[in-house]
């Protein structure tokens, strides 16, 4: 589209030049269009003043633990240790031999997700099930979506190759913030 010659341009237009803004600025005054009624409206720049933060103010989560995330399920154990307390929202069985809990608790920093999902599936682990999923939800979320707040799924029997592990896959958050973690551990299934 062709923009109109420079003669038939608004009044409004010109006067809201940055060269013009400019000289306002330094007189101490802006011209600014009105909001759908033509013309300027004059307004004076007034020195903004901003509250100092106190750091006692700033609310910072906690520092993860040393080791964290965990590489090995010692590691893992230890940090059950720091988990926060939980209500169970609900819990049922779904085809495939899996068991599905959920669970409630405040958000938290990663950490914190991984810890306290770990004492949730060590409380719920049933050797009958293949599979246990424990999914995490903050207090105010709805049950019927997916996992918000850290996901654990532990399959008793995997197979890796040749193998029959038991692996643990721990998701963080809804698993896709860019500060998500998500920890993969293994160990063997002790000979039968």
Known sequence: MQQPPLAARSQTESATSPMILRQAAQRGQARLPGPGIPGIVEASAQPVTTSAVLPEE???????????PPKTLAQLRELAATALAYKVGGS???AGGKKVVEIVYPPCPAW???????????EHDDERYDTVIICGFHEESDLRFGFNNGRLTFDRRARLGNQLIRRYLIETHRGFEIDSVRIVLTEELPAE
């Open 58 to 68: 700033i609310v910072t989560s906690p520092r993860s633990p040393e080791g964290f």
């Open 92 to 94: 049922e069985v779904q």
């Open 112 to 122: 914190q997700q991984v810890a306290t999902l770990y004492k949730a599936l060590s």
